[in-house]
């Protein structure tokens, strides 16, 4: 690989940080509670060596705390490594924070050359990149008033036309997509993936996965300091989402203590916990379907989507009944139906095959869903109860609020209002 | 790395903008305070000086203001320089720019208003009646500049230091205070007992104020030997501060 088609080069590179047990930074604090200062070090980035090809679009991945947003933040030069070099070649933009340096009395216009300038622009640069910026931002308008008068929507939507239209050949974004509204997720969504068909290098920190998929071609997964693994995104998530699921079984299994040793004694493993059933029958894979027919968990408010599973028969399972239930992130069972419920014909599975749940219109509102299914046979006896099987995150192109969107129009009995819908 | 800071000339620009428009921002009177708080501290500091603790100084008023307004602008870069880096902390956490920018935008924002103020300046210079040589005039701005370099000098030391050590802050305000009574502004440098002189001489500040005295209070052309002065300490200054913010600016975003 020759020296000049890598973007990013990381050798080597150690960083920690010094924990305070309790910091003080005055005078008064250093002196008399020098006891209090004590620290240790903690190794956030352990020796970590990885080398970025101009054009790839890369995302890091990890838990909380693993060390992905200080590896990014040692690529943007905020902070500098312990040991070891990071080299970036190329005029470097980061979306790490939006709006830096806004001033709520300027006008949107002036803002824009003050943030601009805050990424190294020069004003000839920004002259030249300002109607792009105003127009994408959509705020044409509003573009003269000042930006305390915005929105929140506005201001997002302002600052990210900015860092976006920096047009760096490095760009570095931290959980950015998180912001806006849907609809401007969207649009900046496909702006990225503009900017990566120009051939610039992105890295991205998410914890949105299905982002990542969707975006770059590379995934390296982070653990405790160290690169647990690092290649295409189809091969890092299952590995990564497989750990999740276990640390998170382990500290549910911690909270609850005792109680759940003693069960863990009769030999069923982890899997216990989100899964149960006599195993007659087992769903083998889940995959969540686009109105295009793709295999995307991210759905539009009102479109049409589909779960589908294949299952495994290795029992005859008689008076079979499959369900589902979906569950908003906190925890409110935004819909479950099974198939008597639902008043099918009685049924027996004898052999393997597959199942699409199809959603016409998918009435959950913007957020993340999880989604169990379930096999059971006569009335409630569990052959494989999968809680969590898979996820749906949905997103809204209007502000209405609630669980679900329900159908409606609007009639006004006035003559004169007969054209509101 | 200067090549880098010039390449952030336009940070530079809106920052000092956006100090100078939001300074006096929600005041009645506004951007008129940059004319009135220099006026206000001259008639305090005339009536102490002159009307209670008399002296001898023939136009008290101008030999106090024309050493003033410059040693305004060198306490603000002091003190307020210190926790200028402080306030932008977000800036600093969240974004890559060369850190230098900051006290630069901060010390050139003072000095613009420094030269604002010289618009008073002026107007009191002429009011008293005292002409100036004009080629004492055309010295003028490399006074400035001097103190100008001396000031980013002051500023990056304790902008860098105060992040590390916040009690720097307070410790300047006592700092500068003493600093202005050991700069011959009150007086002249000849009430200061001889064998203590040597020391006006090593503060910087000193022979600064006696080149802008020399154009606008005597109305001749600073002595070559001030100006160098001056100008020598300004850079031993500069230096100073660029090496100690090169050393601490790498952890800026660890600490604050």
Not at chain 1, 139 to 154: A, K, Q, W
Not at chain 1, 182 to 202: H, Y
Not at chain 2, 142 to 152: F, G, K, Q, S
């Amino acid at each position: 690989m020759s020296s000049d088609s890598v973007a990013i080069s990381v050798k080597n590179v150690t960083k920690q940080f010094k924990v305070f047990f309790d910091k003080g930074s005055s005078l008064k604090e250093k002196v008399l509670f020098r006891k209090r200062n004590r620290y240790e070090n903690r190794v956030v980035l352990d020796d970590i060596s990885l080398e970025i090809t101009k054009g790839e679009a890369v995302g890091l991945v990890g838990h909380n705390g693993c060390g992905k947003s200080t590896l990014l933040k040692l690529m943007t030069r905020i902070l500098y490594p312990d040991k070891g070099t990071i080299e970036v070649n190329g005029r470097v933009s980061s979306l790490l924070e939006l709006g830096a340096g806004f001033h709520p009395d300027m006008s949107g216009r002036e803002n824009i050359y003050t943030n601009a300038s805050i990424f190294g622009l020069t004003k000839k640069e920004i002259d030249e990149r300002l109607d792009d910026i105003i127009a994408f931002s959509e705020l044409e308008e509003f573009i003269d008033n000042p930006v305390r008068t915005y929105s929140s929507g506005m201001y997002m939507r302002l600052a990210f036309s900015v860092a976006i239209n920096v047009d760096a050949d490095v760009l570095l974004v931290d959980e950015i997509l998180a912001v806006g509204d849907a609809n401007f997720q969207a649009k900046c969504f496909a702006k990225m993936q503009e900017i990566k068909a120009r051939g610039t290098t992105i890295v991205i920190v998410s914890h949105s996965l299905s982002q990542i998929e969707q975006i770059c071609d590379r995934s390296i997964w982070i653990h405790d300091g160290k690169i647990q693994m690092d290649g295409i995104p189809r091969d890092v998530h299952p590995a990564y989402m497989d750990l999740m699921g276990k640390m998170r079984k382990a500290q549910l299994a911690k909270e609850r203590g005792e109680e759940l040793e003693e069960d863990d004694d009769s030999g069923k493993d982890e899997e216990a916990k989100t899964r149960w059933g006599n195993g007659d029958a087992r769903i083998t894979r889940v995959a969540v379907i686009d109105e295009n027919g793709k295999e995307n968990n991210v759905i539009r408010v009102g479109a049409a989507c589909s779960v589908r599973l294949d299952y495994e028969v290795k029992n005859k399972v008689t008076d079979a009944v499959f369900g589902i239930g979906i569950f908003r992130a906190d925890g409110l069972n935004v819909y479950g139906s099974n198939t008597r419920i639902d008043g099918c014909r009685v049924f027996d599975i004898n052999e393997s095959g597959s199942l699409s749940i199809e959603i016409p219109v998918t009435a959950m509102l913007a957020g993340r869903y999880t989604v169990d299914l379930a096999i059971e046979s006569g009335h409630g006896l569990p052959v494989d109860y999968w809680k969590g099987a898979c996820e749906i995150e949905t997103y809204s192109n209007n502000g209405d609020v609630g669980a679900c969107r329900i159908g409606h129009e609007w009639h006004f009995s006035d003559p004169a209002l007969k054209d509101i819908r | 790395m200067f090549k880098e800071i010039y390449n952030y000339r336009q940070m530079i620009f809106s920052m000092v903008r956006k100090d100078l428009r939001g300074r006096y921002k929600g005041s009645v009177l506004g951007f008129l305070w940059t004319f009135i708080n220099p006026l206000l501290q001259l008639i305090v500091y005339n009536m102490v000086f002159s009307i209670i603790l008399r002296n001898n100084i023939e136009k008290f008023y101008l030999y106090l203001f024309v050493a003033l307004i410059p040693w305004i602008f060198f306490s603000a870069s002091l003190t307020g320089g210190s926790v200028s880096i402080i306030s932008q902390k977000d800036l600093v956490k969240k974004i890559y720019f060369p850190r230098e920018v900051i006290p630069i935008s901060y010390v050139t924002s003072s000095f613009v208003n420094m030269l604002l103020s010289f618009v008073v300046v002026v107007a009191v210079v002429l009011f008293s009646g005292v002409r100036p040589d004009p080629l004492g005039i055309l010295c003028l701005p490399v006074i400035m500049l001097v103190e100008y370099v001396l000031c980013l000098g002051m500023a990056m030391i304790t902008s860098a230091v105060t992040v590390y050590f916040r009690d720097l802050e307070h410790i300047l305000g006592i700092i500068s205070m003493a600093w202005m009574y050991l700069t011959p502004i009150v007086y002249s440098e000849d009430m200061c007992p001889e064998r203590y002189r040597v020391f006006l001489h090593i503060n910087p500040m000193t022979s600064i104020v006696a080149g802008y005295r020399d154009v606008l209070y005597w109305g001749t052309v600073p002595k070559l030997s001030t100006l160098g002065e001056a100008a020598l300490l300004g850079v031993v200054f500069l230096a100073i501060g660029c090496l100690v913010f090169g050393r601490l600016k790498k952890h800026f975003a660890e600490e604050l």
